[in-house]
């Protein structure tokens, strides 16, 4: 199974910030890569895909990079409503993995 | 719109069985590929279960591997997940949603999620 990481584990920072969460996965898997954002009680939302695509009606301060092993989630402009856990997953094969998770909290 | 709507969760006892329900709508059903990935209150995702558009090819997480059987119904647009022998660690919210693979790739990235529906595993 392809295994994902995230750091930080967790972070906070204020309105306004520029907040960067890194995944790596243990093997190459191109640019086969989602990210997605979990609130309490919410279903949890699509907000990359494919690494760097913004999915249909995410804000645009939102953006992804990287190939290979190593990506990024980056809020250009954090906003209160930003407040989640973060979640990146592979889908370079059919046995899906999600990385732990960062969670993000605006102060 | 898309709605996926979850249900027959509950609490059952260790060894026991739940079969889980997925109602979808707003979508072509048949055209996508499904997804079951449950959630632990307070951690994070796991991937459970996922199955083809057509039904033939089915996948699973070791975790659960041998004892979760996916399935769906393209003319009900309904897909389900059969638990059985459940364990104390299966307990966690079990969302389903749903993603599109092209003929040239498939990025697995799950586009619409339901809710989900609560599996509460304990004696």
């Known amino acids: 199974d392809i295994q994902m990481t995230q750091s930080p584990t967790s972070l906070s920072a204020s309105v306004g910030d520029r907040v960067t969460i890194t995944c790596r996965a243990s093997q190459n898997i191109n640019n086969f890569l989602n990210w997605y954002q979990l609130k309490p009680g919410k279903a949890p939302k699509l907000l990359i895909f494919a690494a760097s695509s913004l999915q249909t009606g995410v804000p645009s301060r939102f953006s992804g990079s990287g190939s290979g092993t190593d990506f990024t989630l980056t809020i250009s402009s954090l906003r209160p409503e930003d407040s989640a856990t973060y979640h990146c997953q592979q889908g370079h094969n059919s046995l899906v993995t999600f990385g732990p998770g960062t969670e993000v909290d605006v102060k | 719109e898309v709605q996926l709507l979850e249900s027959g969760g509950g609490l059952v006892q260790p060894g026991g069985s739940l079969r889980l329900s997925c109602a979808a709508s707003g979508f072509t059903f048949s055209d996508y590929a499904m997804t079951w990935v449950r959630q632990v209150p307070g951690k994070g995702l796991e991937w459970v279960s996922g199955?083809?558009?057509?039904?033939?090819?089915?996948y699973y997480a070791d975790s659960v591997k041998g004892r979760f059987t996916i399935s769906r119904d393209n003319a009900q647009n309904t897909l389900y997940l059969q638990m059985n022998s459940l364990r104390a660690e299966d307990t966690a919210v079990y969302h389903c949603?749903?993603?599109?693979?092209?003929?040239?790739?498939?990025?697995?990235?799950?586009?619409?999620w339901g809710q989900g529906t609560l599996v509460t595993v304990s004696s």
């Open positions: 949603a749903n993603y599109h693979c092209s003929t040239s790739s498939c990025y697995r990235n799950f586009e619409s």
């Open positions: 199955i083809g558009k057509d039904g033939i090819n089915t």
